[in-house]
């Protein structure tokens, strides 16, 4: 009976330990990484200052403004909808530690949905964080879920019910921001974001907006910007200035009849010009095989590229892969191309911002080089 009464106290005693280490794992994930914005910050903010209902909740997350000081239009930039999806959060912080205004203001959120970065997707295997080498050493960024943390909202409903179009969606898509909007001030813990989000955009009086995202190689939107009806001169040229660049990008008209998602919604409720770019990641897709950092990174697949030689799927996957570097590039010049597509049309309400690497400079120096310390 004794010895029961030892190995007891002795399993006892390894679960306590287990659940402390456990414990300081779980709120790692809840502390943001340093982010460090060009010296031609002007000032930083809170998303809850346009909608107080989500301050001091994980929704709440920083806004960052860069002013020129000199009239124009006014630019929001948007990172980390889906934090699972790093090339669009990347290019959203190398956007943010190297812009320089020099006419009219870029409002820059690079963790949009804060809540998604602090976790991962169930049964996924997906690593909690990934690595990028800089001259001072490696930075460490998250990798988190596409979805807010059920910690802030929970349960799923069996069947998600936008509002106000009533559209139905699978219980889980009602964490997912991007299928939120407009939001509601009385709504789920998403939807209070995404109030706050349009709350932002209307009072700031936002001229264009950019929703920044990736997906598997076999999704057709894949290398895609995504424009509102409205939009659709603008993302025209932009498409016909980067093919001059050597890049491909499809046009996709935002379906009227699909809600909640950015380049609808906040096109509809706002008089924002919307885009939504899409990059090829294959750690996104079903056929990835192996989930670990290097496939964030490198986005070298052999399961994809045998896909994409059986032509039995449409895959946009390079057989050399999809490196991080390449995609960041993506966003970065389809970010450069649709700000000058909007300065031809509007001439009379211009922004025009330097301090950012061309697609080739990032593809041939590293991501690392345009990472501040």
Not at 128 to 136: A, L, M, N, V
Request: hydrophobic share 35%.
């Amino acid at each position: 009976m004794k010895k029961h009464h030892i190995s007891a106290i002795v399993i006892s005693l390894i679960t306590i330990l287990a659940g402390i280490i456990a414990s300081f794992e779980f709120h790692k994930l809840h502390v943001s990484e340093s982010l460090y914005p060009s010296e031609r910050l002007s000032s930083e903010g809170m998303l809850s200052d346009y909608f107080s209902g989500i301050k001091d909740t994980n929704g709440d997350t920083k806004v960052y403004f860069f002013d020129s000081g000199k009239p124009g239009a006014t630019v929001f930039l948007a990172g980390g909808t889906h934090p699972n999806e790093p090339a669009g959060y990347l290019a959203s912080v190398i956007i943010l530690e190297n812009l320089i205004p020099e006419k009219g203001r870029v409002i820059v959120i690079p963790r949009l949905n804060n809540s998604a970065f602090t976790c991962t997707d169930p049964m996924e295997a997906f690593p909690q964080s990934f690595h990028i080498d800089t001259d001072k050493g490696p930075r460490k960024f998250r990798f988190g879920s596409r979805a807010t943390n059920p910690l802030d909202q929970w349960p799923d409903p069996l069947v998600y019910s936008h509002k106000p179009s009533g559209q139905q969606y699978s219980g889980l898509e009602s964490r997912n921001l991007n299928r939120a909007y407009p939001g509601s001030p009385k709504g789920t813990f998403t939807e209070k974001v995404a109030y706050a989000i349009m709350q932002m955009i209307e009072k700031e009086e936002v001229d264009i907006s950019y929703d920044l995202h990736e997906a598997a190689p076999e999704i057709p939107i894949i290398n895609a910007i995504v424009y509102h009806e409205k939009s659709e001169d603008i993302a025209m040229y932009s498409i016909l200035e980067l093919e001059m660049e050597g890049l491909q990008f499809t046009p996709e008209l935002s379906p009227k009849n699909f809600h909640g998602l950015s380049h609808r919604e906040w096109g509809d409720y706002t008089k924002t010009y919307p885009f939504l770019m899409e990059t090829s990641s294959p750690v996104q897709g079903r056929l990835r095989g192996k989930t670990n950092e290097e496939l964030i990174l490198n986005g070298v697949s052999e399961n994809y590229k045998i896909a994409k030689e059986t032509g039995a799927l449409r895959i946009a996957y390079r057989d050399e892969g999809e490196q991080l570097e390449h995609r960041v590039g993506r966003h970065l010049s389809g970010f450069m191309a649709i700000i000058n597509s909007y300065n031809e049309i509007h001439i009379d309400n211009t922004v025009k911002i330097s301090g950012l690497p061309a697609y080739q400079e990032l593809v041939e120096n590293g991501i690392g080089k345009y990472l501040n310390n």
